[in-house]
């Protein structure tokens, strides 16, 4: 095991958006072991750089569904973005109807509200008051919030008119994500094994949604959360499942691992 890459929500961090002390800990003797860290999420990257512990010393992290990749130091070795074009063709009202859409740029994320019920992005983001006349050219994705049968006609929607041109996963039933053709944890991992000279086989991952497929499937020692959504289980039935995120899961299963390894050095 040389790489230890796991997801935030769901998987890393518990209930209040917090890495656990527990967790902290394991995290730590691994770095003491020589081994690599790395957070691969849906979130943008500022948000990961600020949940991550300021006493573990800082790593790569795949943001926006591995449409952006950057390095320990802040170095930016991959992205990708949604074309103008495209874009254009996804923030169209008729095809948003009533969720709430976010807009992952390079430096903010900004967002429309259909209905101003929906506080998924309100008063933390800037608001997109000119739909029609929006137009940006360092979109990472577009993120969709509702309630699952609102996706899921949005979703039936994007796939009919735009096919392969995008690629598609949810982060959580309510959070339908699109990004450029390709692009997923799976793709920006392999990315970044490549960089740090390291093979799937040696890296260990730790995931909970279907956003987290690719990303586990690649990985040579997957881990699937006990809270994982139903779905990832079936489409990974070999990976074992272990704990549960508000109970330290993680962690203990690093302990694990690493108790054997050091056995068997």
């Not at 990708?80 to 008729?94: C, F, G, K, T, Y």
């Not at 040579?220 to 809270?227: D, E, F, I, R, T």
Request: charged letters at 30%; glycine letters at 8%; hydrophobic letters at 40%.
């Amino acid at each position: 095991m040389r790489l230890i890459v796991s997801d935030l929500d769901g998987t890393l961090l518990d209930k209040d958006s917090r890495v656990a002390d527990e967790t902290r800990d394991a995290l730590r003797e691994a770095v003491e072991r020589g081994i690599a860290l790395a957070v691969a999420t849906g979130r943008h990257e500022r948000q990961a750089r600020k949940l991550w512990p300021r006493d573990l010393p800082p790593v790569p992290v795949i943001s926006a569904n591995g449409a952006r990749i950057h390095l320990a130091d802040g170095e930016l070795l991959y992205q990708s973005r949604l074309s103008p074009a495209l874009l254009a063709r996804l923030l169209r009202p008729e095809l948003i109807r009533e969720t709430e859409l976010g807009v992952y740029r390079d430096d903010c994320i900004m967002a429309y509200h259909s209905r101003r019920e929906f506080s998924h992005y309100t008063g933390e983001v800037a608001e997109i008051e000119d739909l029609a006349g929006f137009r940006a050219d360092d979109v990472s994705k577009v993120i969709f919030c509702g309630a699952p049968e609102q996706l899921k006609v949005v979703e039936a929607d994007i796939a009919r008119e735009l096919g392969d041109e995008v690629s598609m996963t949810y982060s959580h039933i309510c959070y339908l994500e699109v990004m450029a053709p390709g692009v997923h944890k799976g793709s920006a991992l392999r990315r970044l094994l490549d960089h740090l000279g390291i093979g799937a086989e040696d890296c260990a991952a730790f995931g909970d949604n279907l956003n987290d497929t690719e990303m586990l499937a690649l990985a040579g020692l997957p881990h699937v959360m006990a809270n994982a959504h139903p779905e990832l289980k079936r489409r990974l039935p070999d990976a074992p499942v272990i704990g549960d995120h508000d109970q330290a899961g993680v962690a203990r299963q690093l302990r694990s691992l690493l108790e054997r390894e050091g056995r068997l050095a």
